[in-house]
């Protein structure tokens, strides 16, 4: 199996290859392509009919407020929850069509991941990388590599159900990565996550993009979003306000905080005296 260098480089030269008659380089074909896609539970839209590209080889924010639609879309995406309208590609396979193509491209770690608690860190990824069709000594050459990179060796042996929160989103990240896939896939990774752990887990993400790969991950932190994104959608009640490089999205901003709270409105509703109680004389 090539490396992801390589891979990265092979596409690279395919992508930029001149087509006869065309005169000109063909254009990469985006990481995920989503057309018109809906999705409601009940009375409630949660994603109503969004459009969006998002661009192999870079680290993408999903970025919105709580509520947003951010999980529902990457839960359509990924194949976790099917849509009531629209269409998905990634890598140019279509999810619900060739849902077996896909997801031997992707990696996904969900919000609220459910393990299997009852293995050891190292059991889990070897559970993991069989179920993924990978040789039984490559699977534990990767986990090795994977447990002391993200400082897991030490507690490879323990039973996942008495990891820290951290913990399990290292493990669940270790998984994700085991196969090697072109797209990850992070739902709030950052969440309920230590410094330290944090820290690991982003140099992992930015040395796998390095290499060519394609993060997208979904945040509400926009501090966070901005200094490891270069490209960013912004999503509100369901729909996309804008989409583009890090650059384009801020704009004439000082922040992406700034032109995020531009975006979705917020400070429009002034509380005025309605609170005038709060912190009064006791």
Same mark, same amino acid.
């Given at each position: 199996?090539?490396?992801?260098?390589?891979?990265?480089?092979?596409?690279?030269?395919?992508?930029?290859?001149?087509?006869?008659?065309?005169?000109?380089?063909?254009?990469?074909?985006?990481?995920?392509?989503?057309?018109?896609?809906?999705?409601?539970?009940?009375?409630?839209?949660?994603?109503?009919?969004?459009?969006?590209?998002?661009?192999?080889?870079?680290? &993408?924010?999903?970025?919105? %407020?709580?509520?947003?639609?951010?999980?529902?879309?990457?839960?359509?995406?990924?194949?976790?929850?099917? %849509? !009531?309208?629209?269409? &998905?590609?990634?890598?140019?396979?279509?999810?619900?069509?060739?849902?077996?193509?896909?997801?031997?491209?992707?990696?996904?770690?969900?919000?609220?991941?459910?393990?299997?608690?009852?293995?050891?860190?190292?059991?889990?990824?070897?559970?993991?990388?069989?179920?993924?069709?990978?040789?039984?000594?490559?699977?534990?050459?990767?986990?090795?590599?994977?447990? !002391?990179?993200?400082?897991? $060796?030490?507690?490879?042996?323990?039973?996942?159900?008495?990891?820290?929160?951290?913990?399990?989103?290292? &493990?669940?990240?270790?998984?994700?990565?085991?196969?090697? %896939?072109?797209?990850?896939?992070? !739902?709030?990774?950052?969440?309920?996550?230590?410094?330290?752990?944090?820290?690991?887990?982003?140099?992992?993400?930015?040395?796998?993009?390095?290499?060519?790969?394609?993060?997208?991950?979904?945040?509400?932190?926009?501090?966070?979003?901005?200094?490891?994104?270069?490209?960013?959608?912004?999503?509100?009640?369901?729909? &996309?306000?804008?989409?583009?490089?890090?650059?384009?999205?801020?704009?004439? $901003? %000082?922040?992406?905080?700034?032109?995020?709270?531009?975006?979705?409105?917020?400070?429009?509703?002034?509380?005025?005296?309605?609170?005038?109680?709060?912190?009064?004389?006791?």
């Amino acid at each position: 199996m090539p490396d992801r260098a390589e891979a990265a480089a092979e596409r690279t030269t395919t992508t930029t290859e001149t087509t006869a008659g065309a005169g000109g380089a063909r254009t990469a074909p985006p990481a995920v392509r989503v057309q018109g896609l809906w999705k409601r539970f009940g009375e409630q839209t949660a994603v109503a009919g969004i459009d969006l590209e998002l661009p192999a080889g870079r680290f &993408i924010g999903l970025v919105g %407020p709580n509520g947003a639609g951010k999980t529902t879309t990457l839960s359509m995406v990924t194949g976790l929850l099917r %849509p !009531d309208m629209g269409k &998905i590609e990634v890598g140019g396979h279509d999810v619900w069509l060739d849902p077996v193509q896909v997801k031997s491209r992707i990696g996904v770690l969900p919000e609220g991941l459910r393990l299997f608690e009852r293995l050891s860190g190292r059991e889990l990824l070897a559970y993991t990388g069989r179920l993924r069709g990978l040789p039984g000594a490559e699977v534990d050459k990767r986990a090795t590599q994977l447990l !002391d990179v993200l400082d897991l $060796a030490g507690a490879q042996h323990k039973l996942v159900v008495d990891y820290s929160t951290g913990m399990r989103k290292k &493990i669940g990240l270790a998984a994700a990565l085991l196969h090697n %896939p072109e797209v990850l896939f992070l !739902d709030e990774p950052f969440e309920g996550v230590d410094p330290v752990s944090a820290q690991t887990i982003r140099g992992v993400l930015e040395r796998y993009t390095r290499s060519g790969a394609t993060v997208v991950f979904s945040s509400h932190v926009m501090e966070l979003v901005e200094s490891l994104c270069d490209w960013v959608a912004v999503m509100v009640g369901g729909r &996309i306000r804008a989409q583009g490089t890090l650059a384009e999205v801020r704009g004439e $901003a %000082p922040s992406l905080q700034s032109a995020f709270l531009d975006l979705v409105g917020a400070g429009r509703h002034d509380s005025g005296d309605s609170l005038d109680w709060l912190g009064g004389t006791r």
